[in-house]
């Protein structure tokens, strides 16, 4: 059975640094074609994708936030680490880590964490 | 970076009746990395279609999806009242990815 769960502080400061941490078992991230995304989504708005990391260490990053964003991977743990630096309000939001299968000739996000809620604010 | 607009924003519709979401991309992209993701009230979302058309493990077959190059559709034949939710189409390419901003299919 493949499960996700996200954990990380429920509250960060403006301009503080967040850094959250998606812990997964039933699958291995050293496996070809598997791959771990993060997704966020604020209050009553809609989904936005934030990176992706594969088993080949390769890293994606959303276009807009790819500055703030890192992604990393411990295989040994089976956690996947996101942090997004300087902090603000508008990142509010509920945090998702999905596992991703990309094989090359298709992709899908199958399996989804519960999330985790982060406020920021001062 | 490729765009992508879910029409309409809201759609109301009785149990029974069938549902037709769209999903429309900035520029043409591959039906390869075209999905459609259903989320329910306080839930994560779950997976329906990937490959534009390929229904998840689970999924009935009321459930279908069409389209390429720009356009692609999401189709609910004989709504249930578990259907009723948001539905998001996303896009993965280029090292990146996106997603539709929403359907919320609500029950009239």
């Known amino acids: 059975q493949v499960t996700l769960r996200e954990s990380g502080p429920a509250l960060v400061k403006p301009t503080q640094t967040l850094t959250l941490t998606c812990t997964f078992s039933?699958?291995?991230?050293?496996?070809?074609?598997?791959?771990v995304t993060w997704i966020r989504q604020p209050p009553g708005k809609a989904l936005e994708w934030l990176a992706l990391i594969d088993w080949d260490d390769d890293k994606y990053y959303n276009t807009s936030l790819k500055t703030r964003l890192t992604i990393s991977k411990d295989t040994s743990k089976n956690q996947v680490v996101l942090t997004m630096t300087n902090m603000d309000p508008v990142d509010t939001a509920t945090y998702y880590c999905?596992?991703?299968?990309?094989?090359?000739?298709?992709?899908?996000?199958?399996?989804w964490g519960k999330g985790t809620t982060v406020t920021v604010s001062s | 970076e490729v765009a992508l607009t879910q029409s309409p924003g809201t759609l109301s519709l009785s149990p029974g009746e069938r549902a037709t979401l769209s999903c429309r991309a900035s520029q043409s992209v591959s039906n390869v990395y075209l999905g459609w993701y259903q989320q329910k009230p306080g839930q994560a979302p779950s997976l329906l279609i990937y490959?534009?058309?390929t229904r998840a493990t689970g999924i009935p077959d009321r459930f279908s999806g069409t389209g390429s190059g720009t356009d692609f559709s999401l189709t609910i034949d004989r709504l249930e009242p578990e259907d009723f939710a948001v539905y998001y189409c996303?896009?993965?390419?280029?090292?990146?990815?996106?997603f539709g901003q929403g359907t919320n299919l609500e029950i009239k």
């Open positions: 999905a596992r991703t299968v990309d094989p090359g000739y298709y992709y899908y996000m199958d399996v």
């Open positions: 996303h896009l993965y390419g280029n090292s990146t990815a996106t």
């Open positions: 039933g699958f291995s991230l050293t496996s070809s074609e598997m791959c």
């Open positions: 490959g534009a058309s």
